[in-house]
């Protein structure tokens, strides 16, 4: 994704109340969404920070959008994750027309499945819980 090896992100995972608020303070959007993320590298100043920018999901979303998926809230939030990093990383679906949002589609499966194959998509059974 061309970023150098020293990058580094913010990552928050919110509920809805939260990212409502964010999502209307700053993108002028009124409701809930399942990501947001804010580029540190756009701007006269983008260069000065390692610092991609910060990612915000929100988890009551995500397991929402998991649940009418079929699949984990994990896989969900992974998905969003990369998402956002892609927005980072100069990846537009919303304002760049139709060609940059295959292009950004095409991206999504391509990563999305490479992290499927390192299996990072799954949670093993008692994965997070401090159980063996």
């Known amino acids: 994704m061309e970023c150098p090896e020293t990058s580094e992100l ?10 409502h608020r ?25 260069n000065l920070s390692a610092s991609l920018g910060d ?5 009551d979303t995500a397991a929402r959008e998991a649940e009418g998926a079929g699949i984990s809230t994990w896989e969900r939030v992974v998905f969003l994750l990369l998402h956002g990093i892609l927005h ?10 139709e060609a940059e949002a295959r292009r ?3 991206k999504e499966k ?7 194959r ?4 799954r ?3 008692g994965a997070g819980s401090g159980r063996r």
């Open 88 to 97: 980072l990383t100069g990846y537009d679906h919303e304002r760049s027309g």
């Open 123 to 125: 949670l093993e059974e």
């Open 118 to 121: 390192a299996g990072l998509t």
């Open 104 to 106: 950004m589609i095409k």
């Open 55 to 59: 990612v915000v999901i929100s988890a």
């Open 10 to 19: 913010s990552l928050s995972i919110v509920g809805d109340r939260a990212i």
């Open 22 to 46: 964010l999502n209307r303070e700053y993108l002028g959007k009124d409701r809930p969404t399942n990501v947001i993320s804010f580029s540190l590298q756009e701007g006269a100043f983008g």
């Open 110 to 116: 391509e990563l999305f499945a490479l992290l499927e």
